[in-house]
Structures are given as structure tokens and as C-alpha cells.
């Protein structure tokens, strides 16, 4: 659970159906393609959000320690509820730059 419910990402909104059919040009390796072995942006994307999850479970896991008392380093604890939290802010941003970058691809005229 999150620290903050403005925080979650779960939903439809954060999740990354699969690209079928996208992948290299014909002739060129796959991983030499996307600059990891093998491993798509769609993958790329999902290893993110999975990690931005797990920040928020910590964060809120230490914050629950804390407010019961059973948390050894306080300075640990808000380490991790801010990193949690720019990790938030990162994905926020950068899920409002590719839609307004969609947007304005919408709206090239061809």
C-alpha cells in the first residue's frame, strides 16, 4: 500500500499491453536494436513501474514502522519516503511528457 493513495500505480493507466509485431528491421539483432539483450522498451517500461511499486510498498512498509516504534534508523525511514516520493514525481513527469508528445504527433497533418 502506498504512502499516499495519489501515489499508486496500479491501474489502466500504468500498465503496458505488449507490442505485437514490433520488434527490429529484418537483418538487425534485437537486442543490438534496443540497446539491452533482447529486452524491449515495453520491458523496459514494466521494469520501471515494477520498481516504482516496490518504492512506494518500502516507503509505506518503513513508515509503518516507524509510527509503531519498531524502526531502528528514523533517518532511514525518510531516505526512503523521499526517494519514494521523487521516484513518484519522476513518473509523473515523464507519463505527462510522452502524452503531450503523443498528443502533438496526433496532431501533425500528414
Same mark, same amino acid.
Given at each position: 500500500m502506498p504512502i499516499d493513495p495519489s501515489f499508486a500505480v496500479d491501474g489502466a493507466e500504468? @500498465?503496458?499491453?505488449q507490442v505485437a509485431g514490433a520488434g527490429a528491421p529484418a537483418g538487425v539483432d534485437q537486442g543490438a536494436a534496443t540497446? *539491452?539483450?533482447g529486452k524491449g522498451f @515495453?520491458?523496459? &517500461?514494466s521494469n520501471a513501474i515494477?520498481? &516504482?511499486q516496490d518504492?512506494? *510498498?518500502? %516507503? %509505506? @512498509?518503513q513508515s509503518q514502522a516507524l509510527a509503531t516504534g519498531t524502526a531502528k534508523d528514523p533517518e532511514q525511514v525518510v531516505l526512503a519516503v523521499e526517494h519514494a516520493r521523487l521516484q513518484m514525481e519522476l513518473a509523473s513527469a515523464v507519463r505527462t511528457k510522452v502524452t503531450d508528445a503523443i498528443s502533438e504527433v496526433m496532431r501533425t497533418q500528414v
Open positions: 500504468w @500498465a503496458v499491453p540497446g *539491452t539483450s @515495453a520491458d523496459m &517500461l515494477t520498481d &516504482l518504492s512506494q *510498498t518500502q %516507503a %509505506a @512498509a
